[in-house]
């Protein structure tokens, strides 16, 4: 992995302007999460880092630099606690329907597709899948600010 170019934070007067890099979910079997990830959203590995107690795993695809850290601890046995404050990760698909019949066919269990409409316009059409471990995912259809 290649450290980020100077242009990735530039100096805007007396702050920094951050890069979104990565996002980071613990999973407890590290192959069953990566296959998940790339038979869902194409997702490879790029990276991979296996220590004595964990391994951490970087999945990306071509449409972009952003990664999901996969972090398994191997001594983990009982499943993580998503807290009250987790909420869900992002992806957009050009076609919800279309990806939610193919999430549907994998065994994913998507939810409906839903609108969302503000001021008499389509705001957002989106399903939610969760992961191997519960993570909760909102697939968004590439429209308006999701892009």
């Known amino acids: 992995m290649q450290p980020a170019p100077e242009s990735a934070v530039l ?6 302007v951050a ?7 613990r999973v407890l079997d590290l192959d069953r999460s990566v296959d998940f990830y790339q038979r869902a959203f194409g997702l490879e590995v790029a990276d ?3 220590f004595d107690d964990f391994t951490l795993a970087y ?7 952003f990664e999901v850290e996969l972090t398994w601890n191997h001594d983990q046995e009982e499943a993580y606690s998503h807290g ?10 050009d076609d919800c329907a279309r990806e939610r019949a193919r999430f549907e066919a994998e065994g994913f269990d998507p939810g409906d597709v839903v ?6 316009s389509l705001m957002a059409r989106f399903f939610f899948v969760q992961d191997p471990d519960g993570y909760k995912i909102e697939v968004l259809e590439r429209h308006g600010r999701y892009q």
């Open 48 to 50: 991979r880092f296996d």
């Open 59 to 65: 999945l990306r695809n071509p449409e972009n630099d």
């Open 115 to 120: 609108e969302f409409h503000r001021e008499g």
């Open 11 to 16: 100096d805007k007067g007396d702050h920094a």
């Open 19 to 25: 890069k979104a890099i990565h996002t980071m979910i």
């Open 84 to 93: 009250s404050g987790y909420g869900h990760v992002a992806m957009c698909v």
